[in-house]
């Protein structure tokens, strides 16, 4: 499976920012060993940490991004509950298999736990990219899931028993605190193997891999359209409320952040057109003409210039330069009217100088 490979993904976890937070968590997990009851608050802080963190690699690895340190926002429960959430089903679970083997029987506890445990890698994966509990709860999604990785799924599931395995033999013969950081490392391994599973995957998956290199350009236009949308409803306030000049300042502002692009000048004259404000779109129309006239495209400048006319929009150059240039355009390409109103506006612009 090359890069993407599940022993690939596992390794991952054995070097950089994992090592470093579970040297951290084992100092503080082990101070939470050794204090009884006094160190049950570092216990549940210790785990938090390295269970939030293990949920982080899943998402970055899931989406082709680098291993992430952990922040102390990402470990607030109220900045990422998903970690949290998880472990309220695996303790509904739990509850189910407990009730069931007092009510119904053992064997239907021991069918809930194959299942849970069958379904744990797709539903941890749900939660993890999609963030939603539903969905790591249907059926049909764990199914979809599990199916959508295939063979890697069995390999998750073999990997996930083999560590499980590994961790109970090495509680026997090493010190408490050296089985602390293993246990950690081997989940942090699992987390990733998963995520690596998820990557490869992602296409079958139907995932948005944020990082990959085929869906970088789309992501980077649907951010940029959403920010363009924004802009665009920021502005047609403005002009609403009648105020115009701030609304050009803003405008200017971003043009200049887009490098005076003609296309991104053209989308905004565009959009004022839609609100029925002819004004602040002629003036967008001038500012376009003129970088047209800069960039040397003086044909498509005319042609602006035209179509502001026939729409009834008033356009006049900003400098007698650039009517000159238009002008020269104007003759060139034997547009007479073109060049008639141009000279009209020419005069009357000296005339009010």
Not at 1 to 12: E, I
Not at 169 to 186: E, G, W
Not at 322 to 330: C, I, K, P, Q, T
């Amino acid at each position: 499976m090359g890069d993407d490979s599940l022993l690939r993904g596992a390794w991952r976890a054995f070097a950089g920012p994992p090592l470093w937070l579970v040297a951290f968590t084992t100092v503080v997990l082990a101070i939470g060993d050794a204090g009884g009851l006094l160190g049950i608050p570092l216990l549940i802080i210790g785990a938090s940490w390295i269970w939030t963190y293990a949920y982080l690699l899943v998402v970055a690895t899931a989406h082709g991004l680098p291993l992430p340190v952990l922040a102390v926002e990402n470990a607030n429960p109220w900045h990422e509950p998903r970690p949290l959430l998880q472990l309220a089903l695996l303790a509904i679970a739990a509850s189910l298999a407990s009730w069931l083997s007092q009510h119904v029987g053992r064997w239907a506890a021991v069918a809930v736990g194959v299942v849970s445990l069958f379904s744990f890698p797709a539903s941890l994966a749900l939660l993890a990219v999609e963030g939603e509990a539903l969905r790591a709860l249907s059926p049909l999604a764990i199914a979809r899931v599990a199916t959508g990785l295939g063979v890697r799924y069995l390999g998750l599931l073999a990997l996930g028993a083999a560590y499980g395995a590994l961790a109970a033999a090495l509680d026997r013969v090493l010190p408490r605190i050296v089985v602390i950081a293993i246990d950690q490392l081997l989940l942090c391994s699992l987390a990733t193997a998963l995520g690596t599973a998820l990557y490869a995957r992602r296409h079958q998956l139907g995932l948005d891999a944020w990082h990959a290199p085929e869906h970088a350009a789309a992501r980077d236009a649907r951010l940029a359209e959403r920010e363009r949308a924004a802009l665009a409803e920021e502005l047609y306030g403005l002009v609403r409320a009648r105020h115009a000049e701030l609304a050009w300042t803003r405008a200017s502002a971003w043009l200049a952040t887009e490098g005076r692009d003609p296309e991104a000048t053209r989308w905004l004259r565009d959009r004022a057109l839609s609100w029925a404000e002819p004004p602040f779109a002629d003036r967008l129309t001038e500012e376009l003409v003129a970088r047209l006239i800069a960039l040397g495209r003086r044909g498509e400048a005319l042609d602006e210039v035209e179509a502001c006319w026939r729409r009834g929009g008033r356009c006049v150059p900003g400098n007698y330069r650039d009517r000159d240039v238009l002008e020269g355009v104007a003759r060139e390409l034997r547009r007479d009217a073109a060049l008639e109103r141009l000279k009209a506006e020419h005069s009357a612009g000296a005339a009010a100088g």
